[in-house]
């Protein structure tokens, strides 16, 4: 069902976008529709697609160096020498071509073209990773600010309710009349509060529509929320599955191979080039007589460069020290993915534990606002307890909203930090497979390929599974955690 509803949708969208017309629907969208969405439509992944048909021209400009060269040529001339006659004439010559060997630089550029072309393709699929991992957490944002505001609308009311209920009785003569300026100030606030929120949830929803290549103004309903489910990988496992899946990390050491070749073809600067050439020449003369000649050359020519004044020589230098540069940046960008995935494993687990801790404070807080809701009307209250008490209330209410959605955000972090593919439906023996091509560590740990969705156990993908108790399963995530 939800498959055909997503077919549905995306033919409506596809067909509004084809046609140039508004689709005059609302969108709605779950998490895997939106980042299948912005994956079709993001701009910057056509851009970054646009890098594999520049690396395939400058392969098939390395394999035509290779073959025939022919070069067509030809002139009419004048000529008038003191004592003789008027002579004009006309030539044409055609020659062909072939080199048969350049020290090897030819098949450098041929290997390095190649490379380049699957250095393009892991670019595209790591830039799609990337937009993954902004519409996941621009779909939480959204969701998160919606209920920020329903937090702060919920306070605006709590605090109207109280106002009238300070009015009320200060025209009975039982509250002095500095509650109700107290209480006015406080909704105020609050209001404040809320118009700040609500503009908040605009600019983010404006985000997502942004990188989902929507129209700006149409309607975006989001049909799936937070849903806990525990990550069950610990973090040297994420590290051993970055080192080796990380596409980037590949197109480093695809990058320092060119750099190697390029030595390679630096080097052949020193070396004598040979090539096979053929050629035919026709002349033809028509004043003051005619006549004709024709003639074929056919040869094997050779040159060396014996002496350029070290010109070769700082060529090779200098391709030695950019291979040097590549190296460094492959071990640069190593720990640059080490950290990362640190840093979001462990704002994860930060998260997951207070989203634990939260979810009774919210309740404490709720049943604290009564009993001051009530004292106070009872008359035996301050109007500082009330206040503080909202500000309690609000303050739990937001930071359990906070954890749950950070928690779901910094997942899908640690699942961009360690490589996994934009598409959650990618089975774990492709990924493998297409990351093998060069292995930035020589051993990765085995991964189950899962029967129903095909990813590594514990990257299941941002959208979580449903029907989890989220409180049971979290603490018992957070109190292994802790025991580690």
Request: glycine share 4%; with cysteine; aromatic share 8%.
């Amino acid at each position: 069902m939800k498959k055909r509803y997503f077919k549905q949708t995306a033919l409506l969208l596809l067909g509004a976008f084809f046609l140039n017309v508004p689709s005059g629907a609302c969108a709605a969208l779950s998490i895997e529709e939106a980042v299948a969405l912005a994956l079709e439509q993001n701009m910057s992944v056509k851009i970054t697609q646009k890098d594999e048909a520049k690396a395939a021209a400058t392969l098939r400009q390395a394999k035509g160096n290779k073959g025939f060269a022919v070069t067509a040529s030809g002139e009419v001339t004048t000529s008038k020498t003191s004592g003789e006659e008027h002579t004009d004439s006309s030539s044409a010559s055609l020659t062909a071509k072939l080199p048969l060997y350049t020290g090897g630089a030819n098949e450098a550029a041929v290997t390095s073209g190649e490379i380049g072309i699957k250095s393009a393709q892991l670019n595209t699929e790591r830039e799609r990773e990337n937009i993954r991992l902004s519409v996941i957490k621009a779909y939480y944002d959204v969701l998160e600010a919606n209920k920020t505001v329903d937090v702060d609308q919920s306070s605006v009311d709590n605090y109207q309710a109280h106002l009238t209920n300070v009015q009320q009785l200060y025209s009975a003569g039982s509250k002095a009349r500095i509650d109700v300026l107290r209480s006015s100030v406080e909704l105020s606030n609050a209001r404040q509060t809320l118009i700040k929120a609500q503009n908040a949830y605009e600019i983010d929803l404006s985000t997502l529509r942004n990188i989902l290549n929507l129209d700006r103004n149409e309607p975006l309903t989001l049909t799936e929320d937070f849903a806990y489910s525990p990550f069950d990988r610990d973090m040297e496992y994420c590290l051993d599955y970055a080192y080796t899946n990380r596409k980037d990390l590949i197109v480093d050491q695809y990058t320092l191979e060119q750099k190697k070749l390029a030595v390679k073809s630096a080097k052949a600067g020193l070396l004598p080039s040979l090539s096979l050439s053929l050629s035919t020449d026709l002349s033809h003369q028509f004043n003051p007589s005619t006549d004709n000649s024709h003639g074929y050359t056919a040869g094997v020519s050779a040159s060396w460069d014996v002496f350029d004044s070290g010109v070769t020589q700082a060529e090779i230098d200098a391709a030695k020290t950019a291979a040097e540069v590549a190296d460094l940046t492959l071990k640069k960008d190593q720990e640059d993915v080490d950290l990362a995935v640190r840093q979001a494993y462990y704002n994860m687990r930060e998260a997951e534990k207070r989203f634990v801790s939260t979810k009774d404070a919210v309740n404490q807080a709720q049943e604290d606002y009564y009993i001051a809701r009530e004292k106070y009307r009872a008359g035996e209250g301050l109007i500082l307890d009330i206040i503080d008490a909202q500000l309690a209330l609000s303050t739990a209410q937001l930071n359990y909203i906070s954890a749950q959605y950070d928690y779901a955000r910094y997942k899908a972090t640690v699942e961009n930090a360690a490589g996994i593919g934009a598409d959650t439906l990618e089975t774990t023996d492709a990924y493998t497979k297409q990351a093998a091509g060069a292995p930035v560590k020589p051993e990765a740990p085995a991964v189950p390929v899962s029967q129903t969705v095909a990813v590594p156990q514990g990257f299941s993908g941002a959208a979580a599974e449903s029907g989890t108790n989220a409180n049971d399963a979290a603490a018992e995530a957070a109190d292994n955690e802790v025991a580690e």
